[in-house]
């Protein structure tokens, strides 16, 4: 059994803070909240540690790990080469959920980068994260606290769910407010690029470097034009897919217009249901969904279409209630909002999809 600690996420007990910021000194493992998704932390220069996160999360470890800090002023001793963009970006978006990609320097052990070259720094707003790695007083290394291949935590319990056992403290400061893990943006390459976007987008970046750009977009999944019947196309192996965020039910997304898409989840969830399945919908509050209710049919709403940043806050955890209701399948409508946070919500809707399917 791991402890769970509860604080007031605006004005975390420092006795609190200082109980788990010892147990991360001493190479433990912390579960704590950040703006973003909860985080499993461990003190980032102790390798002993570092192996204690990939094992507890199961994580391959060819995926480097964010170290965070409570000031930029700590990045100095992680990196080498730090372009002049960084002063610019940390006035304007830090503390906040946006993590850079830096040179690393030898103090970073290799395990947290995985053997790359580079660093992944971010300086986490949330009160709690931010009292507990300044009092931590040692850079602390954080994937999402979730097991690998499951969605990303945004409440202490989905932390539980995944992590019980495994991990020293859980410190539960309630639901977090992004909702989305941060967004990525890499300094090392010539143009800087967004590796994972996130709630500070493309256009906010731009403020700052005009040339910035999206990462070319990896087209996993063939997307089905109209395809008929949903047990149709085999799913494509997870073990597969190099990064996803995965419920364990295989995750239709649907694409299209409003009216098509509610059309056809409806009639897609009718037949699985007909079938004797049960069936998770994830769809806005708008959507008008028509079909019997249903013992084994479960709704989750997670926001309207007009207020995305609800979405994502909404998200991961509607995934998981669905898959805790047992769905055998989950059909998912997809926000058209291509903007903002907008872009975000479409990249993990996509990374949870075993397939794709348009319906314009
Ligand atoms: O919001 C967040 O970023 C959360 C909270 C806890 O801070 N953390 C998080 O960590 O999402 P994780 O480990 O689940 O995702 C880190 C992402 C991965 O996609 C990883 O490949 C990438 O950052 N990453 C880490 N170091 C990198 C590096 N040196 N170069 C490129 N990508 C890197
Ligand atoms: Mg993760």
Redesign the pocket.
């Known amino acids: 059994m791991t402890d769970v600690l509860t604080l007031d996420p605006r004005r975390p007990d420092p006795a609190g803070i200082a109980r788990a910021a010892a147990i991360l000194r001493a190479g433990g493992l912390v579960v704590f909240p950040?703006e973003?998704?909860?985080?499993l932390g461990a003190h980032a220069l102790d390798p002993v540690a570092i192996e204690r996160v990939f094992s507890a999360k199961g994580r391959p470890a060819e995926?480097?790990?964010?170290v965070?800090v409570h000031d930029v002023n700590q990045i100095g001793p992680l990196t080498v080469d730090v372009p002049p963009a960084v002063a610019a970006l940390a006035a304007r978006f830090w503390p906040g959920?946006l993590?850079l990609?830096l040179h690393r320097s030898s103090a970073v052990p290799t395990l947290v980068?995985a053997g790359?070259g580079?660093?992944?720094i971010?300086v986490?707003a949330h009160p709690i994260a931010h009292a507990l790695i300044k009092a931590a007083a040692v850079p602390i290394a954080?994937?999402?606290a979730n097991l690998f291949s499951r969605p990303?935590p945004t409440r202490a319990e989905h932390v539980l769910q995944d992590l019980d056992g495994r991990v020293d403290l859980i410190i539960d400061g309630g639901p977090t407010e992004v909702g989305v893990?941060?967004t990525?943006l890499?300094l090392t390459e010539a143009v800087p690029t967004i590796?994972?976007p996130?709630a500070v987008t493309l256009e906010m970046i731009r403020g700052v470097l005009p040339d910035a750009r999206m990462r070319h977009a990896v087209e996993r999944h063939p997307v089905e034009q109209g395809a008929a019947g949903h047990g149709a196309a085999p799913m494509k192996s997870p073990g597969l897919l190099a990064?996803h965020y995965s419920p364990r039910a295989p995750l239709t997304l649907y694409e299209g217009s409003n009216s098509g898409m509610t059309a056809r989840i409806s009639a897609d969830a009718a037949e699985a249901l007909a079938r004797g399945q049960r069936v998770g919908l994830l769809v806005a509050t708008e959507d008008r969904i028509a079909l019997a209710s249903s013992a084994a049919l479960r709704i989750e709403r997670v926001g309207s279409e007009s207020e995305p940043s609800t979405v994502a806050a909404n998200l991961y955890n509607a995934l998981r209630v669905l898959d805790a209701d047992g769905a055998d399948l989950i059909l998912a409508r997809s926000f058209q909002d291509a903007s903002g946070i907008g872009v975000a919500i479409g990249d993990r809707l996509r990374r949870a999809a075993g397939r794709i399917i348009r319906v314009d």
């Open positions: 950040t973003t998704v909860y985080g995926d480097p790990l964010i965070h959920p993590t990609v980068t790359l580079t660093v992944a971010r986490p954080a994937p999402s990303s893990e941060s990525v890499d590796l994972r996130g990064k």
